[in-house]
Nanobody, 125 residues
Framework: QLQFVESGGGLVQPGGSLTLSCVVP????????IGWFRQAPGKEREGVAC????????DFADSVKGRFTMSRDNAKNTVYLQMNNLKPEDTAVYYC??????????????????WGQGTQVTVSS
């Protein structure tokens, strides 16, 4: 069982940027694919970004393409979600998970059992 810890959320104005972090204490994430989901109030949880274990493959939801990127710092055992040009509709709680691959049905939340507490992102003026 992986215990995900997400951080970096906050309140930001539209057009601003935030970087979220994902760690799993005690686990080396170098070879794990990591995905990010978000859930806004009253909406279903949706997959927004994924990066493969070797960082060779990534996948982004259409709603965030060109604005969100992912990276990993293996020395810090941390995976990041960089969010630029944030919009009010990006407001949600963001979660990270470990999909088998960043392809196919990775963005279906039903496939995941382990969820962290998430980190709140609020985009508002």
């Amino acid at each position: 069982q992986l215990q995900f810890v997400e951080s970096g959320g906050g309140l930001v104005q539209p057009g601003g940027s935030l970087t979220l972090s994902c760690v799993v204490p005690g686990v080396t994430l170098d070879y794990y694919a990591i995905g990010w989901f978000r859930q806004a109030p009253g909406k279903e949880r949706e997959g927004v970004a994924c990066i493969s274990g070797n960082s060779g493959t990534s996948d982004f939801a259409d709603s965030v393409k060109g604005r969100f990127t992912m990276s990993r710092d293996n020395a810090k055992n941390t995976v990041y979600l960089q969010m630029n040009n944030l919009k009010p509709e990006d407001t949600a709680v963001y979660y990270c998970v470990a999909p088998p691959l960043c392809s196919g049905r990775w963005s279906n939340p039903a496939y995941y059992r382990d969820w962290g507490q998430g980190t709140q992102v609020t985009v508002s003026s």
